[in-house]
């Protein structure tokens, strides 16, 4: 699988409620991972079966792509290195398109945010989480962007031993009536 992460720009989406991916064990050196850079005519059918997989709303995968192309968002699919078995997903957003809070993304000043994180049920726990998340890293500093945020439900702390520090708990809503009290985390890259 080529890694062509850095030369495709992508664009940013909004987290859902709760990132399903957060249990992961940090203990372990990190698995090595394929990834690619989505297109419209070879992923969309796999991004929307995953979005329906983790029960989000499968209609945002349309907008994504067009995200990418204007360069507000980079996503990622990962295999299994050396395979085309996809574990999951994840973009980093380079402005806040659901509530433009230029605390979790804003180019101008630098701040990029995680979001679209997912991984299938059989590959958490196994330290797929710690590489995702320092795949985004790179893929952000590659933006040029000095913080990466990332947010979920408040209990969304399991972050922190990423390097993730909480920086802000506030009411954020998820689409509706959904407002949920919402952790804030960043990281100086």
Not at 99 to 112: E, F, L, T
């Amino acid at each position: 699988m080529v890694n062509t992460a850095a030369a495709n720009p992508t664009i940013p989406e909004t987290q859902q409620p709760d990132t399903p991916a957060v249990a992961d064990s940090s203990e372990n050196p990190l698995p090595d991972l394929d990834y690619v850079v989505p297109n419209p005519e070879e992923h969309l059918k796999l991004l929307v079966a995953m979005r329906k997989a983790c029960g989000w709303e499968a209609g945002m995968v349309p907008t994504w792509f067009i995200q990418q192309a204007d360069g507000t968002r980079v996503m990622s699919i990962f295999y299994l290195p050396g395979t085309t078995t996809p574990i999951g997903m994840g973009a980093v957003e380079l402005q806040d398109f659901d509530q433009a809070d230029k605390d979790v993304a804003d180019i101008d000043s630098k701040r990029g945010c995680v979001v679209s994180l997912f991984l299938y049920k059989q590959y958490r726990g196994k330290g797929y989480l710690g590489k995702i998340l320092s795949i985004c890293e790179e893929i952000a500093r590659g933006k040029g962007l000095k913080v990466l945020t990332i947010y979920g439900l408040a209990k969304a702390g399991g972050y922190e031993k990423f390097g993730y520090k909480t920086f802000k708990m506030a009411v954020r809503n998820y689409g509706g009536e959904n407002n949920w009290e919402t952790r804030y985390l960043e990281m100086v890259l």
